[in-house]
Structures are given as structure tokens and as C-alpha cells.
């Protein structure tokens, strides 16, 4: 077994505890050891997404118990991808939350953001239903107290609702786990894919359900309409650093969505067919269209980030539930892209709030005004969707992949539409608050943004404070990955195109995680029929199928 | 037996919901808790009900056996659910007294992020 597999979980588990019992008062170190985790991660997430790039499965049997019995964890090129996706985003929030002291505000920042880590990281390499909720549970409870990191009334309320909808979310999740375990007697990923194929047709009530609910539980966490509700308000009046982490927490609503709708309850699966196909397009749809409305009528730059967040998810899930090999194929490029995207908005929108406050409307001119706009400016062109940037590539390929599809005309309307107002929102919202805002105050001169991109830098104005460099660097840094993902679209797509073909051929999959499965458990003199382990109680099982 | 359980989940979770539709968060809290019960009961009649079963397998006779794995799952998902009970008590504590107010709902008058920054 590769131990690598587990690194990514472990590291973070061990850095958390560390930080918390021994580092508790020395703010510094905590910085230090958390940026250090965050490039070691980096590194293993880079190295196995090397292992996963020529396509083979790996599967850390954790305590060396065989697969339906224990809990796998399992690499393929969807996992190893998402992994390098959270810790490159980890490492530049981290720096942002280090550079702008927002890890200060409160108690225990880092320890809870690696936890974070570990939950979202768990939950992309763990090939086991319940393990799964297990991981969500522990990102969760981190992201509960980064939720709520630095206090203020606004922000508790705000937490009591994102946790309070989630609680109701995990609820659901486990009762579609009992579900599904009640028909199948397996929560084994792979395992459930060779036995929800094999039940019988007419006996597919149950396990249609557990199906339903497992899909609402991931659609809270992706804040599909009509279950988004907890996102604006919480996203809004997160800490920046966190909302900008938080921008992957959808991201693993849409990948569970992906992983368990293709390998389990796959689009030739007879028991399950029309359940998913014929609701999330049109859900996603509509989620596009409320997200961009929101983003015309936000008030708050919180809540016009929010809404960007909602309106890439939107799309995201749109090209997911096309379930053909290139739409999903376009969707992995879209999440790294909309990821990164909503991110670098999440971590300007708190750069202006920070010098403004929030609220949408010409205030006196803020220090670095221009550097910042320049920040929002290309933030908001790639959110929306416009060329030059990765944005553009992602909906391209998404409008080129939805053409056979029956809905095409709909999918086209709604994404192109909804882009137009996507950029009429920001449009708005950049010019009153940096262009307006030169109206004001009129013994400013014309030249004064290429003054303030050099105070940045170097020169302190008696006027404005200088401003950490930080910040900048973990904007910036973002805003880099995205023209990096435009440059290298082609082995980008390559990459995704051949993920989306092991999702549609999930045999290796399968066969890698249940190879060990005849593996005796105890010593073979003890066991003439360690088969029996295996007995489950639903008479519903298929009786063996091995 | 299947009569009482399948009521008692259904009653937890129709009282679990009708509390957690309500404003306030301390009738919300209770009624996460009365949904968790119900999920855990659920998830223990997943493994169908046997009484005065072991869960442990006979090889050299026929026994009837209970199913461990939900017995298991169950453990797990009293202690995910306790301490997330805990957690909410406190976020809604930490709500309650820095906004004088127990209301779910958010004033949205008031501007997004106030005095803390």
C-alpha cells in the first residue's frame, strides 16, 4: 500500500492538535506551521496527482481490512485533482488570512482551518459512503468555528443559520445512508456500484429514496435551488478568508453529486433511471438564473460574491447533470476555474469592505483604490465568464458539450443570459464603488490610481496607511492560477477529458477497490466459510455475488 | 416490535420538524436533537430487528445474528450528533447574547458585517 494515499489527511490531523495544545498563545508560530502544512500538502496532493495522471486506481485499505469490510480510501485522477485544487486554494487563503491578520480576530484560526482541510481533503480520497459523512461531519464542525471566527452579532446569527441548515442536511444524510444499507447491506462505493446494479428491477422503491436524499443532501451542500438558501447570508458574513475557503465546499457537494451519480447510481442503472437527469438540469438552470438576479440586486458586496458563488455552482451542476463524458469533462475545468474565481472575489470584496465598509455605494476613495480595482476588475471578468480568462474556456466548453442535449436551447439561454447579467451586476458594482467614488472627492487628480499602485509597493502616504503586501500576493497569486488554467487549457482538458472517461468506465475503479475481497479475514484453518462474514440482513441482497 | 419502532421514528422526526420550522433557537435546537434520535433509531433498524441476538456469527450452527455494522454506524452518529448539539448550543449562546436576540431570522435592514471590523 502507498501510504502517500492517507499523508494528505494525516498531516493536517496532526498540525491542528499541535497548534491547539502547544502553539495556543504564539500566534507567529501557528502562522509558521500552518503555511508550512499548507506547502507540504501542496506537494503531496502535486505527487499524487503524478501517481494518478496515467490513470491507474490506487486503494489505501486503512487498519489492512479488504475492501467491503473496511473503509478504503482510493486515488483516481478525479480525487487526486480535487485534492491539488483545495491545497493550492488552502495555501493562498491562508496567506491572505496570515497577510491581512484576519487569523488574529479569533482563537484557534489555523487549528480549525487545518481540520477544514482534513474534512475536505477526507472527503475527496475516501471511497466509503459513510465515511464520506464522517468527513463532511468534520469539515463541518471546522468550518462552524471559522463561520463564526472574530464574533460580531451579524456573524453569529449567521452561523446559527449555516448550522443549523447543515445539522438538517447531515440528518438527511444519514438517513439515506440507513436507507441504502437496508437495501444493499454494503457502504462501500465501489460495492454498492456492483449491487445496486444487480437488484431486480420491480423490488427498486427503497433504494430509489436513499438515492432522492443522498442527491438533496449533496445539493444542500452545493446550494442547489431550491437548497441554497444557507449560502448568501453565510457567505456573506463569513470571514473573507473563510467565505474564499468555502468557495471549495460547494465544490464537494458537485463532486460527491459526480462521483456517487456516475459510479453508483450511474445513467444506465435501470432502478435508479430518470431520477437524477430529469431534476438537477432543470434545478441547476434555475439556480443560474437566481444566482445572476441576486447578483444584479445585491446591496452588499458580500452578497454580490454570494451570488457570483451561486451562479458558477449553477453552471457547474449544469454541465454535471448533462452526465455525458465532455460535459463533465468541461465541468472539472469549470470547478477549478470557478474555485480559483470565486476565491480571488471573495478575498477582494474583503479588501474593500476592509477600507469602505460593504455596502455598494460611492464612498471617499480607498487606499490602493486602484491596485484593487484592477484585483476586481479581472476577478469579475473571470466570474462572468468573459475572454481573455479560464471563465470563458469553462462556459465554451460547457455550451459546446450541451448540444446534443434535448435542453439545449434552455441551457444555452439561460447560461449566456445570465453571464450578460453577471456582468451588468459587476459592471455596477465596480463602478460605483471605484469609479463613482473619484466623483466625490474632486481635488483628486486623473492620475491618481498609478500613484497608489506604486504605495503598494513602497511609499507610505501620509494619507493612506500602507498596506501589507500579503494580501496582494494571495490575489494575485489566484488570479495567476486562473491565466495559468487559460494558458494551459489543452493538457488541462486532456486531463479532465480522460477523468471524465474513467467516470463513464468506472470497471477499473470497481475492480482495483473489491480486488482484495476474497482475501481470507482470519487464518484460513479457522475459516472454511469466512464467506458468511459477509451475510447481510437484507433479504433484499442479491445472495452472493462472488 | 417493527409497529413501535417505525412509530417512534416517525413521531421523533414529524416533532423533530415541526420544532425545527419554528423561530426561536431553542425550540430549533431541541428540535435537531429529537431528529438525530430518530435517525439514530433508523439507522439501527437498518440492520433489521432481531431480539436477543448476538451480533457475532455461529459457523458450527444456525443461529439467528444481529447485524454489527449499524450497531456501529449508530455509535458513530450519537457521537457526531452529540457534539454537534454542542456546537449549536454554543453558536446560538454567542448569537443570543451579542444580539440581545433568539430569532432565527436576520435582520436585513441592518448592514452585513457591523462592528467587528
Known amino acids: 500500500m502507498n501510504h502517500l494515499l492517507i499523508a494528505p489527511i494525516v498531516l493536517p490531523a496532526l498540525v491542528a492538535p499541535f497548534i491547539i495544545m502547544t502553539l495556543r498563545y504564539h500566534i507567529d508560530l501557528q502562522r509558521i506551521f500552518s503555511l508550512a502544512t499548507n506547502v507540504l500538502l501542496i506537494a503531496i496532493a502535486a505527487a499524487l496527482a503524478v501517481q494518478a495522471a496515467d490513470g491507474t486506481v490506487q486503494v489505501y485499505e486503512l487498519g489492512d481490512w479488504q475492501a467491503p469490510f473496511g473503509i478504503v480510501l482510493v486515488l ?25 491578520k484576519w487569523d488574529a480576530r479569533g482563537a484557534n484560526f489555523h487549528a480549525l482551518f487545518q481540520f477544514q482541510l482534513m474534512g475536505i481533503i477526507g472527503a475527496f480520497l475516501t471511497g466509503d459512503a459513510f465515511n464520506l459523512f464522517v468527513f463532511f461531519e468534520v469539515l463541518l464542525i471546522a468550518s462552524y468555528g471559522l463561520m463564526i471566527h472574530g464574533g460580531g452579532a451579524r456573524r453569529f446569527q449567521a452561523g446559527v443559520q449555516y448550522v443549523v441548515f447543515n445539522l438538517l442536511g447531515s440528518t438527511l444524510f444519514l438517513f439515506a445512508l440507513g436507507t441504502i444499507y437496508s437495501v444493499t447491506g454494503t457502504l462501500n462505493l465501489a460495492d454498492l456500484a456492483v449491487r445496486v446494479a444487480e437488484l431486480p428491477a420491480e423490488d427498486s422503491a427503497l433504494i430509489r429514496v436513499g438515492a432522492v436524499m443522498l442527491l438533496l443532501v449533496f445539493a444542500i451542500k452545493a446550494s442547489l435551488l431550491p437548497l441554497h438558501f444557507w449560502l448568501p447570508a453565510s457567505y456573506a458574513n463569513a470571514p473573507a478568508p473563510v467565505a474564499a475557503l468555502f468557495a471549495i465546499m460547494t465544490k464537494v457537494g458537485a463532486y460527491s453529486i459526480l462521483r456517487v451519480y456516475t459510479l453508483i447510481f450511474g445513467p444506465d442503472v435501470a432502478v435508479v433511471e430518470g431520477l437524477v437527469d430529469n431534476w438537477l438540469l432543470p434545478a441547476a438552470l434555475l439556480t443560474i438564473a437566481i444566482g445572476a438576479i441576486g447578483v444584479l440586486g445585491s446591496k452588499d458586496i458580500g452578497r454580490l460574491m454570494s451570488f457570483g458563488a451561486i451562479t458558477s455552482v449553477g453552471t457547474l451542476l ?108 459587476f459592471a455596477r458594482a465596480g463602478t460605483l464603488i471605484f469609479w463613482k467614488s473619484h466623483g466625490l472627492t474632486q481635488d483628486r487628480s486623473l492620475e491618481e490610481p498609478e500613484i497608489e499602485l506604486e504605495q503598494a509597493d513602497q511609499a507610505d502616504a501620509p494619507s493612506t496607511p500602507r498596506a501589507p503586501a500579503l494580501p496582494f500576493v494571495a490575489c494575485f497569486s489566484l488570479l495567476a492560477g486562473l491565466a495559468a488554467l487559460t494558458l494551459f487549457a489543452g493538457p488541462v482538458t486532456r486531463y479532465t477529458t480522460a477523468t471524465a472517461a474513467d467516470l463513464f468506465a468506472p470497471q477499473a475503479y470497481i475492480e482495483t477497490v473489491l480486488a482484495n475481497r476474497d482475501r481470507p479475514v482470519v487464518e484460513p484453518d479457522q475459516t472454511p466459510g469466512d464467506k458468511t462474514l459477509d451475510l447481510d440482513a437484507g433479504d433484499t441482497t442479491s445472495e452472493e455475488n462472488h | 416490535m417493527e409497529l413501535l419502532v417505525a412509530s417512534a421514528v416517525g413521531l421523533l422526526t414529524a416533532a423533530g420538524i ?46 439467528t445474528y444481529s447485524d454489527p455494522l449499524p450497531q456501529a454506524l449508530v455509535l458513530t452518529a450519537i457521537v457526531i450528533s452529540f457534539g454537534m448539539t454542542a456546537v449549536v448550543v454554543m453558536v446560538a449562546l454567542g448569537a443570543y447574547l451579542s444580539a440581545r436576540d433568539d430569532n432565527i431570522n436576520m435582520d436585513d435592514t441592518a448592514p452585513a458585517q457591523g462592528e467587528d471590523a
Open chain 1, 318 to 425: 449544469t454541465a454535471i447533470a448533462l452526465f455525458t463524458p465532455e460535459a463533465t469533462a468541461a465541468a472539472l475545468y469549470y470547478t477549478v476555474h470557478s474555485t480559483l474565481a470565486a476565491a480571488a472575489l471573495f478575498l477582494v470584496a474583503d479588501m474593500v469592505r476592509e477600507r469602505q465598509g460593504g455596502e455598494i455605494a460611492p464612498k471617499p476613495v480607498m487606499a490602493q483604490s486602484g491596485l484593487i480595482s484592477v484585483l476586481f476588475f479581472v476577478a469579475a471578468i473571470a466570474t462572468a465568464g468573459m475572454p481573455p480568462l479560464s471563465g470563458f474556456l469553462g462556459k465554451l466548453l460547457i455550451l459546446d458539450a450541451a448540444r446534443d442535449s434535448t435542453l439545449v436551447v434552455w441551457v444555452w439561454a439561460v447560461i449566456l443570459i445570465s453571464s450578460l447579467i453577471t456582468i451588468m451586476g
Open chain 2, 18 to 63: 415541526y420544532l425545527v420550522l419554528r423561530r426561536r433557537t431553542f425550540p430549533v435546537i431541541l428540535g435537531t436533537s429529537l431528529l438525530s434520535y430518530a435517525v439514530n433509531v433508523f439507522l439501527f433498524a437498518t440492520g433489521r430487528l432481531a431480539t436477543d441476538a448476538p451480533p457475532i456469527l455461529n459457523k458450527y450452527a444456525e443461529v
Open chain 1, 76 to 100: 483516481d485522477r478525479l480525487s487526486a485533482m480535487m485534492v491539488l485544487l483545495t491545497t493550492v486554494l488552502a495555501l493562498a487563503v491562508n496567506l491572505y488570512a496570515v497577510g491581512s
